[in-house]
């Protein structure tokens, strides 16, 4: 299913001071697919998952939450098996550029960044991710693909952020619970 390039606007009225960024986590060309957007057959499912997702095969336990003040809390270096909640009855943070699918999930995360870089945020699902400070408009994501060929790592999104508190928000989520990760790009 191809998604369509959002610009995805302010989650707040404080938060005007910030522009608003648009951003793509889909394209009709990713990395390591063909031009039918396929992505290579595979004999049988890596165990041996690459550094620094070393942590894909032990994830631990989370709960996305369905609003910011039930917002399960991520830690960079860490790979968790999220349980997300039914979409029907999230309130997002971040204004979806359009209403969620019946029947899918999502989840409301924080996250905080002690230092300034590029952070890989892993899924093992189909999902949109948005991300946005606690203080501005959603971020535009620096590059998005494929995780490594013949893993369970279904989609890498690369964020720049600087050090502070972060909402990263889950949508579209077709399954629950998902692997959930997110790594230093420095």
Not at 1 to 24: N, R, S, Y
Not at 67 to 78: C, D, E, N, P, Y
Not at 112 to 121: E, M, P
Not at 152 to 175: C, E, M, N, R, W
């Amino acid at each position: 299913m191809k998604l369509p390039d959002p610009v995805l606007p302010l989650f707040g009225a404080a938060l005007l001071w910030a522009p608003v960024a648009a951003h793509a986590q889909m394209s009709d060309q990713m990395p390591g697919m063909d031009m039918s957007g396929a992505k290579p057959a595979c004999a049988a499912m890596r165990k041996d998952v690459p550094a620094p997702w070393g942590g894909w095969t032990s994830p631990e336990a989370l709960k996305g939450g369905s609003g910011l003040s039930t917002a399960g809390k991520l830690t960079v270096g860490h790979v968790y098996s999220a349980a997300l909640p039914a979409s029907s009855g999230m309130s997002y943070v971040v204004p979806l550029q359009k209403p969620a699918a019946e029947g899918t999930f999502g989840g409301v995360f924080t996250l905080t960044v002690d230092k300034a870089g590029t952070y890989s945020i892993a899924l093992s699902e189909g999902a949109w991710i948005d991300v946005a400070p606690a203080a501005g408009a959603v971020l535009t994501s620096t590059a998005h693909g494929h995780g490594p060929a013949c893993t369970t790592i279904h989609k890498v999104v690369d964020f720049a952020l600087q050090p502070g508190a972060y909402v990263v928000q889950i949508s579209a989520s077709i399954k629950s619970p998902i692997l959930i990760g997110i790594q230093p790009k420095f």
